[in-house]
């Protein structure tokens, strides 16, 4: 690795001081966790979890590891997000693989599960059947975390990338839950019939104009699950258009929301005949999700 880089990294090193080089480094460039971030990729590389990493704290790299770790620490440097660079991201306590189709699914993204289990808590036992469907599922983590805590429950989750789907469905198999899960290629609820208790959606709600601003790390996220029109609504826009038909009467849709955002969601959802609209703060305190319901009477109010 080049001191241009920030490190100076060579084979004799130790684990430890692999580390340390790689937390400095991470600091003066102003990541955000720089000693996590190290501890995560020099054990990525030498292929070490965190009580291994502790273990072989004096022992010294070969040249192979060296490259190996100075290879990471550059991605990392360039600003690549770690689930990047590791493939794989936690959401809800299950391993999600990533790759370069999928969305990193975040910790404010939980919100939704927990917005989507209080909707089924609230009709009724969580144990019983129920048909949810998961929108632009990308990775498959709203779907495989609600699919996880309901134990009866099957699902289907779209989105118009056919390597999107091939992630969640692996991802669906790791979890245990692919007898309960299916994949369909469509524009988010357009192939789908009739009849799901619940339908969640992460979908794409930046603002064309407003993606060039984005943090880094954000920007390594495939457009097309970040990109939400010129006012960052079309998905939303989409998502009423077809949810009124999807949603049996008394189920609930629960979508993220983007900052700024409720309002004028809730208003497109309610002139689509949805009501009831709950909104579910993040650990910020940002409302980031809305939590809304069909009637059993939508059909006179649909336009």
Not at 87 to 114: C, M, N, Q, S, Y
Not at 155 to 178: E, F, K, M
Not at 248 to 254: D, E, I
Request: net charge neutral; charged share 20%; hydrophobic share 50%.
């Amino acid at each position: 690795m080049t001191a241009d880089a920030g490190v100076v990294l060579s084979a004799g090193a130790t684990v430890a001081q692999a580390r340390r080089a790689l937390a400095d480094a991470f600091r003066r460039a102003a990541l955000d966790s720089p000693e996590l971030d190290a501890r995560l990729l020099v054990g990525h590389a030498l292929g070490l979890d965190h009580t291994g990493l502790t273990l072989a704290g004096e022992r010294r790299l070969d040249v192979r590891e060296a490259r190996a770790v100075s290879a990471l620490a550059e991605r990392r440097l360039a600003r690549e997000p770690v689930a990047r660079i590791l493939g794989v991201k936690e959401f809800w306590g299950l391993p999600l693989h990533i790759d370069a189709a999928t969305l990193v699914p975040r910790p404010e993204t939980e919100t939704v599960v927990e917005a989507a289990l209080a909707a089924i808590g609230d009709a009724g036992p969580r144990t019983r059947a129920l048909r949810i469907a998961d929108l632009g599922t990308g990775s498959g983590a709203l779907l495989l975390a609600l699919l996880s805590e309901l134990p009866n429950a099957e699902g289907v989750g779209t989105d118009t990338s056919i390597a999107a789907l091939v992630a969640a469905r692996a991802n669906a198999g790791r979890a245990g839950v692919s007898h309960r899960a299916r994949f369909v290629a469509c524009d988010f609820g357009a192939a789908l019939g009739e009849g799901f208790d619940l339908v969640v959606s992460n979908p794409p709600y930046i603002a064309s104009g407003d993606i060039a601003a984005l943090a880094p790390e954000v920007r390594h996220d495939p457009q097309r699950a970040l990109d939400g029109g010129v006012d960052g609504l079309d998905a939303y826009r989409s998502i009423a258009a077809q949810v009124p038909r999807v949603l049996k009467a008394g189920g609930h849709l629960v979508v993220e929301l983007g900052i700024g955002q409720a309002g004028a969601v809730a208003a497109l959802f309610a002139e689509a005949g949805l009501a009831s609209a709950l909104l579910y703060p993040d650990l910020a305190g940002i409302p980031r999700a809305l939590r809304t319901r069909r009637d059993a009477d939508f059909a006179t109010k649909a336009p």
